[in-house]
């Protein structure tokens, strides 16, 4: 069976660091590009950083830049996403993906064939 489950989300101060992982169960991470997405209430999904599967090349969304940093270990099949200086802007619920092919990595949705059901991140003092 297929599954992405995401942990490590919680509470956290403005400041604040928190560390997300995604295990994935029923196929390898080796040939699968990875992104995690979020979703804030009240608005649409949108890419925050995604990683290649061949080189590990990484791309970021603007407003995470410098502060958010995405890793993988296809040895234990977990995408990591390392999140520092949260901001109450950062407050969503953050969702894993896997893309197969993995040569590229992008924020288009429909390009990622599987998803977690989400863990909730709030940043708030």
């Known amino acids: 069976q297929l599954q992405l489950v995401e942990s490590g989300g919680g509470l956290v101060q403005p400041g604040g660091s928190l560390t997300l992982s995604c295990a994935v169960s029923?196929?390898?991470?080796?040939?699968?590009?990875m992104g995690w997405f979020r979703q804030a209430p009240g608005k649409e999904r949108e890419g925050v950083a995604c990683?290649?599967?061949?080189?590990?090349?990484?791309n970021y969304e603007d407003s995470v830049k410098g502060r958010f940093s995405i890793s993988r270990d296809n040895a234990k099949n977990t995408v990591y996403l390392q999140m520092n200086s949260l901001k109450p802007e950062d407050t969503a619920v953050y969702y894993c993906?896997?893309?197969?092919?993995?040569?590229?990595?992008?924020?288009?949705?429909?390009?990622?064939?599987?998803w977690g059901q989400g863990t909730p991140v709030t940043v708030s003092s």
């Open positions: 993906a896997a893309s197969y092919g993995g040569y590229y990595c992008s924020f288009t949705m429909w390009e990622y064939n599987y």
């Open positions: 990683i290649t599967s061949v080189d590990g090349s990484t």
């Open positions: 029923g196929f390898t991470l080796d040939n699968y590009a």
